[in-house]
């Protein structure tokens, strides 16, 4: 009889542990999400923003892109914290830990959440690193309201290059099957994100990690919707944007990446170089989109070497 019970404890045993090797990632909420610092938060017309603040001196604020949230940049916080720099990270409304109301989101949206932190802060002379939609989110609100403003630093970004009307339209109408399943199905994320960096490193598989158990999370279904409504804003503001980049007056620096799969480098760069004076710009060599994940030393490098 110890024997038969001996015998069901093991194929117990052994059911359970081979389940549990198959069991998918445990779901994450956004909310819930390990951040590096202490999360603060503001409210901006009724919503949460929330946000991390550390160091103290020049204030240097750092927006996020179309898919990601303040924890995008935690690689570089340190540096900025450590050559004493005041550091701002923000979750834009509908990302993170910030609310997500069910409203439509674009540029100008973002733009008016980051001035509107800004000023509740009490910030001046302050600088904006933005990073792919968090580069167009900059621009405008640079164009909005520059005296706010010290400088710019553009990584990888979006809102400087304009898209044809088909392309625009093809967006819209298989965003689920050529877009949108790079943020719902594991498979495809997988093999997008590790087609934004040019060399896979234990930095990018730890973020991938958190990026799958976040979008089996029910509240997932939000975040989709974000992204969604800014992608299509971000291609659709550079017929506003680009016109009025030669009215920036103040230091701009624009870094990109030769290998990027997301914004086309050469045009990019193009049309800031036919629309400005002044700007200052680099391109990586063997480097992707997430610029700062490729080139982490590079980028802080170059950003403290403008600053100066």
Sequence with gaps: MIRKYSYLGAILSLFIIVNLAHAGPEPLSPMDAKYPYAVKSVTVNGNKVAYIDEGKGQPIIFIHGVSTTLVSFDILFPAFIKKGYRVIGLDLLGYGKSDKPDITYSVPFHAETVIALIKQLGLKDVVLVGHSMGGAISLYAMLKEPDLFRSMVLLTPGGLNEYSASTVFFFKSFYNYAYGNRFSDLETARKYYRGVVYEWNP????????????????????????????????MLIAKEI?????????????????????????????NIEKRTKGWKIEVFDHCGHLIQYDQKEKTINSILDFLK
């Design 203 to 234: 930095a990018m598989e730890e973020f991938l990690k958190t990026r799958e158990r976040m979008m089996i999370h029910p509240e997932w279904m939000k975040v989709q919707k974000t992204i969604k409504d800014s992608s299509l804003s971000t």
């Design 242 to 270: 680009l016109p009025k980049i030669g009215e920036i007056k103040k230091p701009v620096l624009v870094l990109l990446a030769a290998n990027d799969t997301l914004v086309p480098t050469k045009k990019v760069k193009a």
